[in-house]
C-alpha cells in the first residue's frame, strides 16, 4: 500500500463502518416505531374511548419510524459516498494545462 492512498483507504473503511453502523441502527428504530403504530391499531378499539389521547399515543410511533427511515437513507449515503471518492494523491491528478 502506498503512502499516499493510506488515508482515503482509511477514509473508505470509515465511511463504510459508519454506514453499515447507521444502517443497522435506523432499522432497529424504525422497526421498534413500526411494532408500536401495530400494538396501537390492535388497541385501537380501546383507545378511540380515549379520544384525542389515541392521537398523542401515535405521534412517537411515527417519529420512530421516519427516524429510522431517514437514519438508514443517511448510512445508505455514506457508503455511497466511499465507493465515489477521488484519488487523494498528488500523482494522479492530471494537470490542468
Known amino acids: 500500500m502506498n503512502v499516499a492512498t493510506a488515508p482515503k483507504t482509511a477514509l473508505k473503511v470509515m465511511l463504510i463502518l459508519g454506514g ?9 428504530i424504525a422497526a421498534q416505531g413500526a411494532g408500536a403504530l401495530l ?11 380515549f379520544g384525542p389521547a389515541f392521537f398523542e399515543m ?10 429510522g427511515a431517514v437514519m438508514v437513507l443517511i448510512g445508505f449515503g455514506l ?9 487523494i494523491s498528488p500523482e494522479d491528478e492530471s494537470p490542468s494545462e
Do not use: D
Open 39 to 49: 400494538m396501537a391499531g390492535l388497541l385501537s378499539p380501546v383507545a378511540i374511548n
Open 79 to 87: 457508503m455511497l459516498a466511499a465507493f465515489n471518492l477521488r484519488s
Open 20 to 28: 453499515l453502523a447507521l444502517l443497522a441502527v435506523g432499522a432497529v
Open 58 to 67: 401515535l405521534g412517537a410511533p411515527i417519529a420512530w419510524v421516519i427516524g
